[in-house]
């Protein structure tokens, strides 16, 4: 994997989801305050409470017979505690909604970089692919135009040979004439090798030339 490249691809969604992350984040941090304060509010409401049954027992002349302390404790168990436990239950639940909020957004965000880097992999490997095939074929065609002038060549030589020898049957209508021998030269060699029949007419000079053979006759 092309580290590099995917770490382009995440840091391009940034704009997209840092927002959302510090959103969820500035929620997580409200959700603390918010439970701090309602503890801080029961823990007022306690010591209240808790002076308020001590009055009452001072009212009564109580306070030495075990009714505010009776009292302080039910208010503890019944009211207090159930309510500290209500308010750090409702706070759990929120970080835990919260975070798996968070780590699908996470996910979300990996999940479309990688997808973007797959995209570029495909991208490039089909390139290359195209590339290798190009060249290949170029090989190919190089290799194709090598034999087609390798058969030209050759095949001038035995039509010229076989001309000046006088052996001319394979020549449509059995004639060794000039313009029939070209056309036989580019039909069967030419075309394919991509030479013309001026080139032909100018290699069969040349060649004839080249052999000086006084016994060859146009017809």
């Known amino acids: 994997m092309d580290q590099a490249l995917f770490n382009t691809y995440n840091s391009q969604l940034a704009n997209v989801y840092n927002p959302m992350v510090a959103n969820i984040k500035a929620q997580k941090k409200q959700l603390a305050a918010q439970a701090k304060a309602e503890l801080s509010g029961l823990e007022q409401a306690k010591i209240n409470a808790f002076k308020d049954i001590t009055n009452r027992a001072n009212t009564r002349g109580g306070l030495f017979s075990g009714f505010s302390p009776t009292m302080q404790a039910e208010y503890t168990g019944a009211t207090y505690l159930p309510a500290v436990a209500?308010?750090?239950?409702?706070?759990?639940?929120?970080?835990?909604?919260?975070?798996?909020?968070?780590?699908?957004?996470?996910?979300?965000?990996?999940?479309?970089?990688?997808?973007?880097?797959?995209?570029?992999?495909?991208?490039?490997?089909k390139a290359a692919a195209q590339a290798a095939a190009q060249a290949a074929a170029q090989v190919a065609a190089r290799s194709s135009s090598t034999s087609s002038t390798d058969n030209y060549l050759a095949g001038l030589s035995s039509a010229l040979n076989q001309a000046i020898a006088g052996k001319s049957a394979y020549l449509p209508g059995g004639s060794s004439t000039r313009e029939k021998l070209i056309s036989y030269l580019y039909d069967n060699y030419g075309k394919s090798a991509g030479v013309s029949k001026k080139e032909i007419q100018y290699n069969v000079y040349k060649n004839i030339r080249a052999k000086n053979e006084k016994a060859f006759q146009w017809g």
């Open 86 to 125: 209500k308010v750090k239950a409702t706070q759990q639940s929120g970080f835990i909604s919260l975070q798996d909020a968070l780590n699908k957004l996470n996910l979300q965000r990996y999940n479309q970089a990688m997808g973007l880097y797959q995209t570029e992999m495909d991208r490039r490997q």
